[in-house]
């Protein structure tokens, strides 16, 4: 069965980094375009940056261009973000998600697996 492990959230002060991972298993991903989504306290889940797992291509939310950057590792299945420069605004539980037909890439329904999330904190 598909699985995806989020980890590497915590507690940052503004303007510090995180690195979040993704790890991916029970199946091929080399199709998939994975994505990352967040959702703060009372606000909707919303997209924040996605790879091609294949081709490498990224897309981005322009709240978070230039500072955060999503990549992935072929050989361990993981996918990563890396985000810096964070605001206390990037406060929410950050999921990793799998879109296995690549088909809009930053919208959330078209994404048919999730992790658990994890936690990022940003204080001010």
């Known amino acids: 069965q598909v699985r995806l492990v989020e980890s590497g959230g915590g507690l940052v002060q503004a303007g510090g980094s995180l690195r979040l991972s993704c790890a991916a298993s029970?199946?091929?991903?080399?199709?998939?375009?994975m994505g990352w989504f967040r959702q703060a306290p009372g606000k909707e889940r919303e997209f924040v940056a996605a790879i091609n797992w294949s081709f490498g291509s990224t897309y981005y939310a322009d709240s978070v261009k230039g500072r955060f950057t999503i990549s992935r590792d072929n050989a361990k299945d993981t996918v990563y973000l890396q985000m810096n420069s964070l605001k206390t605004e990037d406060t929410a539980v950050y999921y990793c998600?799998?879109?296995?037909?690549?088909?809009?890439?930053?919208?959330?329904?078209?994404?048919?697996?999730w992790g658990q999330g994890t936690q990022v904190t940003v204080s001010s």
């Open positions: 998600a799998a879109n296995p037909t690549g088909w809009g890439p930053t919208i959330d329904r078209n994404f048919g697996f």
């Open positions: 029970g199946r091929t991903f080399n199709r998939d375009v």
